[in-house]
């Protein structure tokens, strides 16, 4: 059974509204990567984060963005008037529910291609439901575009069709450079067997080379013309993460995280069915993926599976891990799940449908609506009461590094000041050089957070003040980094105490606050306060 036309519309508008109505904020790469950059573009408000400086990024994904961006500022030069904030903030969280529903369409026909109609319905009702489908594939991570171009490009192997197939693996390639990965798999298996059996296709080896010389000249001269000067982004990326080992600053997790917790999670209710899967894989091969339409190569759930488990196993070798960061493979996980589903039985089948949509409906409220809601409220509560008509105002914040958005939340408002710590590693010299190693201002404001403000708004405190890996405040915030005390203050509840004598020194008091999460953990914590003067 087909999925009907209103069933595809209403999943639209779900992935549309979540998109634009969910007020949690996850990883800063959410921003950072994406909206601030192309705001920052266009209208050069705001500033560039340490990646962009080091060069370890390209600009493929932010140039969307900057699409959106040119294109509002376009209207409100023939209108001759400021756009609305809010338009700032919807249009780009639109555009990124269109990319979702784009992945829900395309890992339904790469499940209709493997495993037929029957299986790609249990896949579409699976990945419309997923929570954590929900959860991150609506939010502007650059992790999001590439599971949809990576689909598409397995989609365009399995139908056959080797041009846009590497075109996607380029484009993907192109955007995240650790997409290298899955692509690698996917073009050796292309190569080794053919059409014609298991013999090496040289024709489709000289298009993959010439593919890969058009996407690596096209990326560079983007990167270069958007950032001014000549690097190759995927170098850069390397030497930073692999050869110098400094993403160890933002959390390293062992090897097994991936198998053991990470994949998990994200497939929630539907492991049990992936568990199925990997038992049917072993099984002798069905004949049904040769009697799919499309599938020129006969490719079979079960290689999607394998393809997951490769690119999840290459990933484990590396030290920091995220969640989002294997989005791709969950979506390619879907079908052998969803195969595995349908093959049970149209009772089991639905039984299950029903309890993992509610399972995953619980999920996907708490992250997409509850969890980690302070930092978009408190930037749309200072974006309105601080309106353009008042005078400049400047507005700090004591929070984790870019946890919270940037000027393209506070479009036409009259904050012309918006400062926050930094996330790029500081080498420290210690005086043993086996506690030299790496610390953000962050890490430095967590051990040390009063006197950290001192230092820097009023020049004096204890400038020695450990901040961990033998660093100083003093070194971590050398005297060029002092800051004039701003009219706003934006900080976490748990340091409402540690704060007070200082607020109430400079004349400072809590005028609103946030709610956050239900669950602290560590500086994500029940509020985020807003101090400000009278």
Not at 135 to 164: I, M, P, Q
Request: hydrophobic share 50%.
């Amino acid at each position: 059974m087909s999925v009907a036309r209103w069933e595809w519309a209403a999943l639209l508008c779900l992935r549309v509204a979540v998109a634009c109505t969910q007020p949690t904020s996850g990883p800063p790469d959410e921003y950072w990567q994406g909206p601030e950059v192309g705001y920052y573009m266009v209208y050069g408000k705001g500033w560039l984060t340490w990646e962009w400086e080091s060069g370890i990024r390209s600009w493929l994904h932010p140039a969307m963005f900057w699409a959106v961006f040119a294109g509002m500022r376009a209207v409100e030069t023939v209108l001759g008037a400021t756009l609305p904030g809010c338009l700032a903030v919807l249009l780009p969280r639109a555009l990124q529910g269109g990319i979702a529903f784009a992945a829900d369409g395309a890992v339904y026909a790469l499940a209709k291609a493997c495993a037929g109609k029957a299986t790609a319905r249990t896949v579409f009702l699976m990945t419309a439901t997923s929570w954590f489908a929900s959860y991150c594939t609506t939010r502007t991570f650059s992790n999001s575009a590439e599971a949809l171009l990576t689909l598409c490009g397995v989609c365009c192997a399995v139908w056959g069709r080797d041009a846009w197939f590497l075109q996607c693996a380029g484009a993907a390639t192109a955007m995240r450079t650790t997409s290298a990965v899955t692509w690698a798999v996917v073009i050796a298996a292309r190569f080794l067997f053919s059409r014609r059996g298991p013999a090496p296709d040289w024709g489709f080896a000289r298009a993959t080379v010439w593919a890969t010389v058009m996407w690596v000249a096209a990326s560079t001269c983007l990167d270069a013309a958007a950032a001014g000067r000549w690097y190759f982004s995927p170098w850069e990326f390397l030497k930073f993460n692999v050869l110098e080992g400094k993403s160890a600053a933002f959390g390293v997790h062992p090897w097994h995280w991936y198998f053991t917790q990470g994949f998990p999670a994200m497939l929630g209710p539907y492991l049990p069915w992936v568990a199925v899967a990997v038992h049917h894989a072993w099984s002798p091969p069905s004949p049904a993926a040769a009697r799919c339409p499309g599938n020129p190569h006969g490719v079979a759930p079960r290689h999607l599976l394998a393809l997951a488990g490769a690119v999840l196993s290459a990933y484990s070798f590396t030290g920091h891990k995220e969640f989002r960061f294997v989005l791709p493979v969950l979506y390619l996980c879907f079908v052998p799940a969803g195969h595995a589903l349908t093959a049970a039985g149209a009772a089991t089948r639905r039984r299950w449908l029903v309890g993992m949509t509610v399972a995953n409906a619980l999920l996907g409220v708490a992250f997409c609506y509850v969890h980690q809601t302070g930092g978009v409220h408190a930037l749309t509560h200072v974006r309105t009461h601080y309106p353009a008509s008042r005078v400049p105002v400047a507005v700090h914040l004591l929070l984790p590094c870019y946890s919270t958005p940037g000027f393209s939340y506070l479009h036409g408002s009259a904050v012309d000041s918006l400062v926050q710590f930094d996330c790029a590693p500081v080498e420290t010299a210690a005086a043993a050089p086996a506690a030299a190693g790496l610390v953000t201002e962050h890490d430095c404001f967590k051990a040390a957070p009063l006197a950290v403000a001192r230092w820097l708004y009023e020049g004096g405190g204890d400038a020695d003040a450990a901040c961990g890996e033998g660093a100083t405040v003093a070194a971590v915030f050398p005297r060029g980094r002092r800051r004039a005390l701003p009219d706003v203050f934006l900080l976490s509840s748990h340091q409402r105490g540690t704060f007070a004598a200082f607020f109430a020194q400079h004349g400072f008091v809590e005028a609103a606050a946030f709610p956050n999460t239900p669950v602290p953990v560590e500086w994500v914590q029940h509020e985020v306060l807003l101090y400000s003067r009278p």
